[in-house]
């Protein structure tokens, strides 16, 4: 499966760069089909949801408050981004620190643990890998940091069945 890193534009500001998960095979990104998932039942969360990530890159960037961290595998930086804790919708996303986070998908967990919903283990399972891929990426020096690590520069374009 293809994918790429892209940096969305409407999301992202001084404090923090916002990107997503970029699907070839359906032409969007996984921030994209969360939110097309999730309406109109979650329209206040998502909301919600929207306005905080805009305002994490425009005013006070990816603060540690605003994630459940630890969602993924140790060291992978997968978390979790909601509306608040006792609301029903959980987005996956990768944060690297305060500014820059990755957006993945979610969908509403009504269960323990994400590993427990087939769906949300997709979408977090999906966060791991990109993790791993990116990881893997800066290690070879095809990925880098600029602009004092709000920008990702370089191979943003991966292939799963060459990986």
């Given at each position: 499966?293809?994918?790429?890193?892209?940096?969305?534009?409407?999301?992202?500001?001084?404090?923090?760069?916002?990107?997503?998960?970029?699907?070839?095979?359906?032409?969007?990104?996984?921030?994209?089909?969360?939110?097309?998932?999730?309406?109109?039942?979650?329209?206040?969360?998502?909301?919600?949801?929207?306005?905080?990530?805009?305002?994490?890159?425009?005013?006070?960037?990816?603060?540690?408050?605003?994630?459940?961290?630890?969602?993924?595998?140790?060291?992978?930086?997968?978390?979790?981004?909601?509306?608040?804790?006792?609301?029903?919708?959980?987005?996956?996303?990768?944060?690297?620190?305060?500014?820059?986070?990755?957006?993945?998908?979610g969908g509403p967990k009504d269960v323990a643990a994400w590993q427990d919903d087939?769906?949300?283990?997709?979408?977090?399972?999906?966060?791991?890998?990109?993790?791993?891929?990116?990881?893997?990426?800066?290690?070879?020096?095809?990925?880098?940091?600029?602009?004092?690590?709000?920008?990702?520069?370089?191979?943003?374009?991966?292939?799963?069945?060459?990986?």
């Amino acid at each position: 499966m293809k994918y790429k890193l892209v940096k969305l534009q409407r999301l992202s500001g001084n404090e923090a760069s916002i990107y997503s998960v970029y699907l070839e095979h359906e032409n969007r990104t996984l921030f994209e089909r969360f939110i097309a998932e999730n309406q109109p039942a979650y329209q206040q969360e998502l909301w919600n949801i929207i306005g905080r990530i805009k305002s994490m890159g425009t005013e006070v960037g990816a603060r540690d408050h605003f994630f459940k961290k630890n969602e993924g595998k140790p060291g992978d930086l997968v978390c979790a981004l909601y509306d608040e804790p006792d609301k029903y919708l959980r987005l996956y996303c990768i944060r690297f620190g305060r500014t820059c986070i990755i957006l993945g998908g979610g969908g509403p967990k009504d269960v323990a643990a994400w590993q427990d919903d087939s769906k949300l283990a997709e979408e977090a399972n999906w966060m791991i890998t990109v993790s791993n891929d990116i990881y893997k990426r800066i290690l070879e020096g095809d990925i880098r940091w600029v602009d004092d690590g709000f920008e990702l520069e370089g191979d943003l374009s991966f292939n799963q069945d060459e990986e």
